[in-house]
Protein backbone atom coordinates (compact mmCIF):
# COMPACT_ATOMS: atom_id res chain seq x y z
CA UNK A 1 0.00 0.00 0.00
CA UNK A 2 1.28 3.16 -1.06
CA UNK A 3 -1.36 5.43 0.12
CA UNK A 4 -3.25 5.49 3.71
CA UNK A 5 -5.69 3.17 4.45
CA UNK A 6 -9.01 4.18 6.87
CA UNK A 7 -9.11 1.99 9.58
CA UNK A 8 -12.69 1.60 11.47
CA UNK A 9 -13.99 -0.24 14.85
CA UNK A 10 -17.22 -0.61 15.71
CA UNK A 11 -18.42 2.23 18.09
CA UNK A 12 -19.68 -0.38 20.88
CA UNK A 13 -16.29 -1.72 20.90
CA UNK A 14 -13.87 1.62 20.59
CA UNK A 15 -15.90 3.24 24.10
CA UNK A 16 -15.09 0.12 25.44
CA UNK A 17 -11.17 -0.44 24.74
CA UNK A 18 -9.84 2.66 22.65
CA UNK A 19 -6.74 2.05 24.12
CA UNK A 20 -6.19 -1.00 23.01
CA UNK A 21 -7.94 -0.92 19.11
CA UNK A 22 -5.07 2.35 19.23
CA UNK A 23 -3.09 -0.45 20.05
CA UNK A 24 -4.21 -2.90 16.89
CA UNK A 25 -3.45 -0.04 14.70
CA UNK A 26 -0.15 0.64 15.39
CA UNK A 27 0.63 -3.24 15.79
CA UNK A 28 -0.98 -3.50 11.46
CA UNK A 29 1.03 -0.21 10.85
CA UNK A 30 3.88 -1.93 11.86
CA UNK A 31 3.22 -5.32 10.57
CA UNK A 32 2.35 -4.47 7.32
CA UNK A 33 4.62 -2.29 7.10
CA UNK A 34 2.13 0.85 5.72
CA UNK A 35 0.27 3.41 7.29
CA UNK A 36 -3.25 3.44 8.64
CA UNK A 37 -5.16 5.90 9.88
CA UNK A 38 -7.44 4.94 12.65
CA UNK A 39 -10.58 6.27 13.20
CA UNK A 40 -13.67 5.80 15.90
CA UNK A 41 -17.15 6.72 15.65
CA UNK A 42 -19.70 7.79 18.87
CA UNK A 43 -22.41 6.20 16.55
CA UNK A 44 -23.64 3.03 14.85
CA UNK A 45 -25.63 5.16 12.40
CA UNK A 46 -22.63 7.55 11.62
CA UNK A 47 -19.87 4.46 11.19
CA UNK A 48 -22.49 2.76 9.17
CA UNK A 49 -23.08 5.76 6.95
CA UNK A 50 -19.51 6.09 6.39
CA UNK A 51 -18.80 2.48 5.83
CA UNK A 52 -21.60 2.29 3.65
CA UNK A 53 -19.79 4.87 1.51
CA UNK A 54 -16.90 3.09 0.72
CA UNK A 55 -14.31 5.22 2.51
CA UNK A 56 -12.59 2.33 4.53
CA UNK A 57 -10.10 -0.15 3.67
CA UNK A 58 -10.24 -2.10 6.89
CA UNK A 59 -13.57 -2.52 8.91
CA UNK A 60 -14.39 -4.13 12.56
CA UNK A 61 -17.76 -4.60 12.79
CA UNK A 62 -20.51 -6.19 15.21
CA UNK A 63 -22.29 -8.89 13.20
CA UNK A 64 -25.68 -7.07 12.62
CA UNK A 65 -23.75 -3.96 10.68
CA UNK A 66 -20.93 -7.24 9.05
CA UNK A 67 -24.57 -8.27 7.59
CA UNK A 68 -25.89 -4.83 6.59
CA UNK A 69 -22.12 -4.33 4.99
CA UNK A 70 -22.27 -7.67 2.81
CA UNK A 71 -25.76 -6.89 1.86
CA UNK A 72 -25.20 -3.53 0.40
CA UNK A 73 -21.08 -3.49 -0.63
Known amino acids: MNSKAL???CPHDTTKNLAGWLLV???LQQHL???IHFEPY???VQERKI???GKYD????NPYSAGIFREKL
Open 42 to 44: DSF
Open 25 to 27: NTY
Open 58 to 61: LVYA
Open 51 to 53: VLE
Open 7 to 9: FSV
Open 33 to 35: DSP
